[in-house]
C-alpha cells in the first residue's frame, strides 16, 4: 500500500464518523456561563481607578511601540492629529462615519474618503492613514478593541500605514472582561461579523527573531481617548 492509499483510507474512515452539530441558541443560551470574576483570579492586578488604567494603558502602549494621547477636550485631539498630519506629511486619508471622525477628521484639511459607501479598495491602500473609532481600550494588554461597525468595516483598520483610534474615556476598561461586557452592553444580540484585538502595530519576528513593524498591517498605531 503507498502512502497515497493509507492517507486517502484515514480519510475514508474519518469520514464515516458524524460530526456533531452545532448547539441552536436556545441550547447555547442554557449552558452555564462562567463569571467574569473567575477569569479575572488569573489575570495580573490592573487597580480600580480610572487612572490606573490610564497609567497601564499608556505603559503597555509604549512597551508595544504604540502611541497613546489622553487628551481633555475634542478641540486637543483635532490639535492633535493635526500635528501628526505636519509631522507625517500626510496627503490624504480614510474615515468612516461616527461621532468623533465626523467631529474630528475635517480639521485635517485634506483628501479623506469614507468606507461606509462603495470605494476602490486600491485608493485605500494609497491613504496616508486609516482614522476609527473603536468599542474598547484595555488597559491589561494595552489593546484596542474593535469590530467591523465601530472600525468602518474590515479594510480600514488594516491597509493604511497609521492607524489612528479615536477612543472615548468610558471605554477605557481595566480588562477583557469588562471589554466583552461592553460588547453585550452595545449589540445585545446582534454581534458584528468581526471583533478584532490589536496590540500594538503589526509586527514580525519571523525572519532571524528580529522585530519588524508594519509586516501584515499598519506599522503605527496611535490611540488618542478625549
Wanted: charged content about 25%.
Amino acid at each position: 500500500m503507498t502512502e497515497r492509499e493509507k492517507i486517502l483510507g484515514r480519510i475514508r474512515e474519518a469520514l464515516k464518523v458524524k460530526a456533531p452539530q452545532p448547539l441552536t441558541p436556545d441550547e447555547a443560551a442554557e449552558l452555564p456561563q462562567p463569571p467574569a470574576a473567575g477569569a479575572r483570579r488569573w489575570l495580573p492586578p490592573v487597580g480600580d481607578q480610572f487612572r490606573d488604567w490610564v497609567e497601564l494603558f499608556s505603559r503597555n502602549a509604549a512597551d508595544l511601540k504604540a502611541e497613546f494621547h489622553l487628551v481633555s477636550s475634542s478641540d486637543e485631539m483635532r490639535e492633535e492629529l493635526v500635528r501628526l498630519r505636519d509631522a507625517e506629511g500626510w496627503k490624504r486619508g480614510a474615515c468612516h462615519s461616527g461621532l468623533l471622525p465626523d467631529a474630528i477628521c475635517p480639521a485635517l484639511g485634506m483628501p479623506m474618503f469614507k468606507t461606509d459607501k462603495f470605494y476602490d479598495i486600491h485608493a485605500l491602500e494609497g491613504c496616508d492613514v486609516g482614522i476609527t473609532e473603536c468599542d474598547a481600550l484595555i488597559a491589561q494588554t494595552g489593546t484596542v478593541m474593535l469590530t467591523s461597525r465601530s472600525a468602518g468595516g474590515r479594510a480600514l483598520s488594516i491597509l493604511p500605514p497609521h492607524h489612528v483610534v479615536l477612543a472615548r474615556r468610558d471605554q477605557l476598561v481595566p480588562d477583557l472582561p469588562s471589554a466583552f461586557e461592553l460588547l453585550k452592553m452595545e449589540y445585545k444580540d446582534n454581534f458584528p461579523s468581526m471583533i478584532s484585538f490589536i496590540t500594538g502595530p503589526s509586527r514580525t519576528g519571523d525572519i532571524e527573531r528580529i522585530l519588524v513593524l508594519g509586516a501584515h498591517g499598519p506599522r503605527k498605531l496611535t490611540v488618542l481617548c478625549v
